[in-house]
């Protein structure tokens, strides 16, 4: 299996930009998590999807964020308008909630820069 | 409110030796927590998962424990190799919050 894979690996864009970033998933896992990384805060869950469906947004800092999970094999994080304090790196990761099966699985992330 | 702390400080030991990290947390009540390890530029990756009714849990040379009366997990990685500099973050799962929570991560160098 080729684990969770994530594009682009990075990006840099001018505040103001739209950036969408992209997860599929590990074939067969039904859960779907969005993080996002920063020195100052740490790995902070922004979204998560069970059985593509959103479960919980409450990690989304602000309406300028938003996913979707249209269907089980892909996934979307779009900021826009994008804003410097959005520069971090966004790791999404897949798992299978069931009992005994908790862990997930993180892609290698994409690393934003706004400028 | 809710806490998990994890060493902020890097540990640095020698080779051979039995590296301890720590993960303490506060206001919560995890049905189960989790060890992941991240090399720079990568992402997490999951190393063990210990219940809440499981003091102990072990894979190879790395050892977990859990004591839910003093809020504390520790990971210990024994014979310690160089190649086991990473970070390690502990994360709770909480199913009032269904969602795992990491800690802040401790960064563990061991030199030869």
């Known amino acids: 299996d080729a684990g969770v894979i994530q594009s682009p690996r990075h990006e840099v864009t001018e505040m103001g930009q739209e950036v969408t970033l992209r997860c599929k998933p590990i074939s067969g896992h039904n859960s779907l998590f969005w993080y996002r990384q920063t020195m100052m805060r740490g790995l902070e869950l922004l979204i998560y999807?069970?059985?593509?469906?959103?479960?919980?947004d409450s990690g989304m800092p602000e309406d300028r964020f938003s996913a979707k999970m249209p269907n089980a094999s892909f996934s979307t994080l779009k900021i826009q308008p994008s804003e410097p304090r959005d520069s971090a790196v966004y790791f999404c990761?897949?798992?299978?909630?069931?009992?005994?099966?908790?862990?997930?699985?993180f892609g290698p992330g994409t690393r934003l820069t706004v400028t | 409110s809710q806490k998990i702390e994890q060493n902020s400080e890097a540990l640095n030991i020698q080779e051979g030796k039995t590296a301890t990290l720590t993960c303490n947390y506060t206001n919560y009540s995890p049905a189960y927590l989790q060890w992941y390890r991240q090399d720079p530029g990568r992402g997490p990756v999951f190393l063990l998962l210990?219940?809440?009714?499981?003091k102990e849990k072990r894979k190879e040379r790395l050892k977990v424990t859990f004591d839910t009366t003093l809020k504390q997990s520790l990971f210990h990685i024994t014979a310690s190799q160089p190649a086991d500099s990473a970070t390690y973050l502990c994360a709770l799962f909480s199913g009032g919050y269904n969602k795992l929570i990491f800690g802040a991560g401790t960064r563990l160098a061991v030199h030869p």
């Open positions: 999807f069970n059985n593509n469906v959103p479960i919980d």
């Open positions: 210990i219940r809440e009714n499981e």
């Open positions: 990761a897949s798992g299978l909630a069931g009992e005994g099966s908790y862990e997930q699985y």
